[in-house]
């Protein structure tokens, strides 16, 4: 089964849901704000797609959180995806081999 990570009002999650919809394949869909992750998995995460690909610099909690200035290392961001999920790009999709990052239907298309 295919897990997908992420909020509802996120436009690249939702997109990534209505594929595999369309596509007929089972997903379970995690809501991070409902059902934060723990440490252990964003580490995982961040081992498999890389830190950089996973920690979202641009996004709203970045700018509002100030994290900029502070020039984080791998580290640094890492400890920060812990404390506040929402930090992480998304969505990250999980399978039993494979973890992927953003919004790629090509690489979508090679889990189903």
Do not use: H
Not at 65 to 73: A, M, S, T, V
Not at 87 to 112: A, F, Q
């Amino acid at each position: 089964m295919i897990k997908i990570y992420g909020i509802k009002t996120c436009g690249s999650v939702r997109k990534a849901l209505s594929f595999f919809k369309e596509n007929n394949v089972e997903i379970e869909f995690i809501d991070i704000k409902k059902t934060p992750i723990e440490c252990e998995k964003l580490t995982t995460f961040a081992k498999e797609v890389g830190i950089d690909k996973l920690f979202n610099n641009r996004g709203t909690k970045y700018r509002q959180l100030k994290l900029k200035d502070l020039n984080l290392d791998d580290d640094g961001k890492l400890q920060w995806l812990c404390k506040e999920n929402m930090l992480m790009k998304r969505p990250v999709i999980e399978t039993s081999t494979k973890v992927l990052c953003g919004v790629d239907e090509d690489l979508w298309k090679s889990l189903i």
